[in-house]
């Protein structure tokens, strides 16, 4: 389990966005014996063989083939993005002798965390090399930014009321001298830059500060982006080692709700299927699960009353299933009873979230899957804390349950 979290953590800090983690992911399974498709051409699968299949390069697909005749296969969702600062197109101003960079936030990032940490930045950049037009991933991995905090005998009700406005607070300072953005940014690709022209980028700023185990026992995990690329890490290991026929979809913009050519609202996965199973297509999603993997809200012990008492989850206590009854979830008692029954074969435990009855619900994309491919669908995830924030925590403990679990799900 320790050298499963320590890949774990390795994988997270690799993966500053969601185009840096499918490559990761996809040299993973390129080492595992993985054929690599292409969407626009035409595919040949082989009994016995394993391919993957990645669309906008911040989405992918991995599957065994083929599909076992009598249960279809295993499904594991969960998304490649997490809320962050994102650059906005034209992002240098300057205000009171600094330079700074303009962002917008991503999804429902928690913003006051983000304050007086060292920053870095890393992305997808589309430029011109003389006419040629071509794409590269950066990675400038090192503190080239932050976000101050406003004094506290400026802001005296800073520690009771304090509120952050998203256009004018929450903007990093990068310099005093002067810069140029398209020379900084064009020669993160290559020295010369004679020649090189910046059309467009998808730059994100993230902590500079590496995953960690944390505790007196060091019994957990913190790190950025635990939701949800923890998820991606449990499925993809699950993939590889399960003698069960199993897919892993891994979908960029969930934060954002799915809606785009690359999300779970969009076709990538039913296209892959459809190609997989040909005419049998609709037998195969009678026969299949889908497992939408998102990390569950642990109970916090400061604030335990934001808990529904009997259905709130505890780090290091066992997987998550999520139920809701107005299907924000996508879990019935059918996909629960399978899935419960796998961890208890497994002797491992399972908690249960219901969010409280006076407060509001989100979602996953597994209603979104189940909708868009008719398929049965249970929602599960890994107890977390500081859920949006700049720095996750979870249990050492759940996501080694949760691997284990899918790796045998497709047995029951």
Known sequence: MRQFNEELIHFIDASPTPFHAVVWMAQTLECRGFNRLEEDQEWELEDGNDYYVTRNDSSIIAFTYPPCSEKGYTIVGAHTDSPHLRLKPNPLTTSAGVKRFGVEPYGGVLLNPWFDRDLALAGRVVYLDGEVRKEA???????????????????????????????????????????????????????????????????????????????????????????????????????????SPMMVACLDHEEVGSDSHVGAGGTFVEETLRRIAGSEYEKLMRRSLMVSCDNAHAQHPNFPGKHESEHAPLLNGGVAVKINSNHRYATSA????????????????????????????????????????????????????GMHSIRELSGVNDAYGLYRILMHLGDF
């Open 137 to 243: 991933l950066i990675n400038i991995n090192r503190p080239i930014a932050m976000i101050p905090s406003l004094a506290i005998h400026l802001d005296r009700d800073a520690n009771s009321s304090r509120s952050i406005n998203a256009q004018t607070d929450i903007v990093p300072i990068i310099a005093t001298g002067e810069i140029d953005f398209e020379t900084f940014i064009l020669s993160q690709i290559q020295e010369d830059i004679s020649g090189l022209s910046l059309l467009a980028h998808e730059l994100s700023f993230y902590d500079c500060q590496k995953g960690s185990f944390i505790g007196i026992h060091e019994e957990f995990i913190a790190s950025a982006r635990l939701d949800n690329l923890i998820s991606c890490y449990v499925g993809l290991c699950a993939l590889m080692e399960s003698s």
């Open 334 to 385: 059918r996909t629960q009873g399978r899935f419960v029954q796998c961890a208890r074969s497994l002797h491992i435990p399972t908690q249960t979230f219901v969010t409280r009855s006076d407060m509001g619900c989100g979602s996953t994309i597994g209603p979104i899957s189940a909708t868009r491919l008719g398929i049965e669908t249970i929602d599960v995830g890994i107890p977390t804390l």
